[in-house]
């Protein structure tokens, strides 16, 4: 008599390994980039003060958080859909060939995310007694530690069900699909609100280079002081002896071309100004004023022990 309840192995082709490689892939990707955009979204809603200074101050400190946030939304817009696209696609096969729930790539990749999230959830829960040691236990850092929690044992518990149960049809999966999908969606629309619009965000930009050319005029100005032991008088003084240093011009205005405003105060004292759009961007910058027309200035004051005048090399 036959046995008619011999057990289908089925092996592993080609297309089944890389496309639960690219599955994998795209999900590890998805899971970094959702946990950065939430760590990017607590930085800006609940600063560590004990950082802001790190960062060159509040200004910088959000700036960091906005890069992140551009960045993870761009990651999770592309690769979380082609991330569900495969799921959906690995899913219908199951559906067809329930054997293939048991491919050894599959069992393998999952037991390795299975792996990676209780290694994190570890460190995550070490880093946490330690800092708590360490008296950091500002709410910026219990809420990344709550992220990190609440998305790796999630992932945890759902690879571990998944690989557990048997291959009988589940509703499931689909509806994680759909709940994930939701999460991920209000997470990078959140961005909008919290970030500002792609329109803001290149005002933010613009007025970031303005300042970061200020800075760099800045630098010519006390090299012009250690050189000739004096503030140049006007601002074409200053751009010949920029050009004649830099071998480049003088940076301008990146959206108007503007040049900008170079004036002095007294003997040591030397202003910088430009037209700013963005509100915030001279926060907790020292010696920097805005004016309601969006006008803004960088007043500088050269000191000659930190800036002491160079002598001359004699030639012999």
Not at 213 to 220: A, E, G, R, V, W
Not at 239 to 263: H, I, V
Request: hydrophobic fraction near 45%; aromatic fraction near 16%.
């Amino acid at each position: 008599m036959e046995n008619t309840n011999s057990l289908v192995v089925i092996k592993s082709g080609p297309k089944d390994f890389f496309l639960h490689l690219l599955a994998t892939i795209t999900f590890y990707a998805s899971m970094v980039a959702f946990i950065a955009l939430l760590f990017a979204y607590i930085d800006v809603k609940i600063p560590d003060l004990l950082y802001l200074d790190v960062y060159g101050g509040n200004s910088y400190y959000l700036q960091a958080a906005q890069s992140t946030v551009r960045w993870t939304s761009a990651v999770l817009l592309v690769i979380f859909p082609v991330f569900i696209l495969l799921s959906r696609i690995i899913g219908k096969e199951y559906k067809a060939t329930p054997e293939k729930r048991e491919l050894k790539v599959r069992k393998w990749l999952a037991y390795f995310t299975i792996f990676l999230s209780a290694v994190t959830l570890i460190v995550d829960l070490v880093t946490l007694i330690y800092k708590f040691y360490g008296g950091d236990y500002s709410w910026n850092f219990f809420a990344k530690v709550l992220v990190v929690l609440f998305v790796m044992g999630f992932v945890f518990i759902y690879y571990l069900w998944d690989l557990r149960r048997d291959n009988t049809p589940s509703a499931k999966p689909k509806i994680t699909a759909w709940v994930a999908g939701i999460i991920v969606l209000v997470a990078v629309i959140s961005g909008f609100f919290i970030v500002g619009l792609p329109a803001n965000q290149r005002d933010v930009r613009f007025d970031q280079q303005r300042l970061s050319n200020l800075q760099s005029i800045q630098y010519s100005v006390t090299d012009f002081w250690q050189a000739k032991g004096s503030l140049p008088q006007e601002a074409g003084e200053l751009k010949a002896y920029y050009e004649n240093r830099n071998g480049s011009s003088l940076p301008t205005d990146p959206e108007t071309k503007q040049d900008y405003e170079f004036y002095l105060g007294d003997t040591k004292t030397f202003y910088l100004c430009a037209q700013f759009t963005t509100k915030d961007i001279l926060a907790n910058i020292p010696g920097a004023t805005l004016e309601p027309s969006g006008r803004g200035c960088l007043k500088r004051v050269v000191d000659k022990d930190t800036y002491p005048v160079r002598k001359p090399i004699p030639v012999y």
